[in-house]
C-alpha cells in the first residue's frame, strides 16, 4: 500500500468531503447534513487519504453506551484494497477508548459486499425494517460487541 493515512474531520478538509460527496452523488447522505451533524457535537468522520488523495470516509453516531455507523464509503478506483476494513477497525479503537461497547448499522438488503464486510467484522443480524429506505428497500439491522 501507499501512503495512507486515517484523520478525522477537520475545517482544513472540507475538500475531501466535496470530492467524496461528488462521487457518492444522490444516493446517500448529503455534505451539509454530515457538517451539521458534526458540528451538534454527536457525530464523528473520519477521512482515509491514500497518496494525500480523499479515498473514503465513515461517519458514525455517538451515544453514551453505543454507537451507530452511519455511513462507509470508498471510491471505486481505491475499493477491494482493504480500506473500508482499516477504516472500521480505527473506528473500533476509537470506540474503545471512550468504552463505547455496543455498535449498531443498518444497511440495503442488496448490498451483500458491505454484509460480508460487517460479518467478517462480527457483526451479527439482529432484525430487519421492511420497507425502510425511501425507494422502498428494506434495510438489515447489525449489531456488534466490542
Ligand atoms: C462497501 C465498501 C465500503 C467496501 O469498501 P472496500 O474498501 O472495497 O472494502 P475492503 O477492501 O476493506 O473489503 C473488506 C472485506 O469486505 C468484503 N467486501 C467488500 N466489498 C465486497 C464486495 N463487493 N463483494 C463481496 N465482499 C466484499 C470482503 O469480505 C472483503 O474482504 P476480502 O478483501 O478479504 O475479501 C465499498 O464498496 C463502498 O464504498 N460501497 C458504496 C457505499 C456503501 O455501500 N457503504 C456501506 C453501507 S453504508
Not at 451539509?32 to 468522520?45: P, V, Y
Not at 461517519?59 to 480500506?83: K, P, T, V
Not at 479503537?93 to 464486510?117: C, P, W, Y
Request: charged share 30%; proline share 1%.
Amino acid at each position: 500500500m501507499k501512503n495512507l493515512q486515517i484523520v478525522e474531520y477537520e475545517d482544513m478538509l472540507l475538500w475531501c468531503l466535496e470530492e467524496l460527496s461528488l462521487d457518492w452523488g444522490d444516493h446517500f447522505w448529503k455534505s451539509d447534513e454530515i457538517l451539521r451533524s458534526i458540528a451538534a457535537g454527536d457525530k464523528r468522520l473520519f477521512f482515509v487519504l491514500v497518496d494525500s488523495q480523499a479515498a473514503g470516509m465513515i461517519f458514525f453516531s455517538i451515544a453514551s453506551l453505543e454507537s451507530e455507523l452511519l455511513f462507509l464509503f470508498i471510491r471505486d478506483n481505491f475499493r477491494h484494497q482493504g480500506l473500508a476494513r482499516r477504516l472500521m477497525k480505527e473506528y473500533f479503537a476509537t470506540l474503545k477508548t471512550l468504552k463505547i461497547d455496543s455498535l449498531f448499522l443498518e444497511v440495503r438488503e442488496s448490498n451483500t459486499g458491505a454484509q460480508a464486510l460487517y460479518q467478517s467484522l462480527e457483526y451479527r443480524l439482529i432484525g430487519r425494517r421492511p420497507r425502510y429506505y425511501r425507494d422502498g428497500e428494506s434495510a438489515l439491522v447489525m449489531k456488534k460487541e466490542l
